[in-house]
């Protein structure tokens, strides 16, 4: 998410809560432009290990400027799919840490061909894969009103969403949207009040963007199989960026996520092991300090969180 891919949102406090071992074995689930992979790499020994993944084709680009590291693997692949990664290639252990920077990157977001920016006009696309499902200007030129209200409202939290999805319904009967700077003016338009310090087209542009490559749905997907590949002991990293990620984080890193888990009453004296959580949050959330959102406004909303897996 950061302006130099080389210094990533929150980099020492991520690294802090991996506590990578010169000898362990970690999973950088979004390899970006690669900064946290090179810093992992600088903290691991000739024994360590990295996999890195990420399903972005410029990301696997980025990755053979580090094909030289032997200790070094990359996978282009989405992060839903880690434990099956981590099962192929440490088929005999498991991993001793996993980071994932949630949301979209700069390289994404600062080339308007991949149609993520309001600021920069460019074809309505916003898949992290282009080579997988379809552009969202497909689905926001054929789903009706009322869809396109509620994904707003419910992905990107927008309390304007009725009047937008009204702006684009009537607009898309003269001619189909199709461009980033087209569908930033009608929200711009149809928005009678603007947050301070915000785009009016952030949290519509958010929530295409969540809807499209299916976000939360790949972040539930990793949370519910990750921990059957962990070491014990091993740490959970995970940044996002907006609200509804953090929430769903949250309540995994307590122990609240699996529903499928057998529902015990309060008060038990001893919880049985097959119902004990698999995760435990460790420390505190933490998010930027004043000097780090200064020099790069896009970490104002991070959040880190850190989990351990229990023995």
Known sequence: MDSDPHIPVLLEAAL???????DGRYVDGTFGRGGHSRAILAR?????ALLAMDRDPSASEA??????DSRFTFVRERFSRMADAVRQHWPDCGADGVLLDLGVSSPQLDEPSRGFS??????LDMRMDPGAGAPVCEWLNEADEKSIADTLFLLG???YSRRIARAIVA????APITRTGELAELVRAAVPRREPGKHPATRTFQA?????????GE???WLETIPGVLRPGARLVVISFHSLEDRIVKRAFQGRADASGPRLPRGLPVVPDIAAPLLRAVGKPVRPEPHECDRNPRARSAVLRVAERNP
């Not at 691991?44 to 360590?48: A, E, M, R, S, T």
């Open 219 to 221: 972040l539930r997907t």
């Open 157 to 159: 939290e927008e309390r």
């Open 171 to 174: 607009a898309r009967r003269v």
């Open 44 to 48: 691991l020994g000739p024994q360590g």
């Open 63 to 68: 990755a053979t400027g580090l094909s030289g």
């Open 118 to 123: 309001f600021q920069k006009d460019g074809p």
């Open 208 to 216: 295409l963007r969540i809807l499209v490559n299916d976000e939360l």
């Open 16 to 22: 802090e809560g991996l506590a990578v071992r010169p």
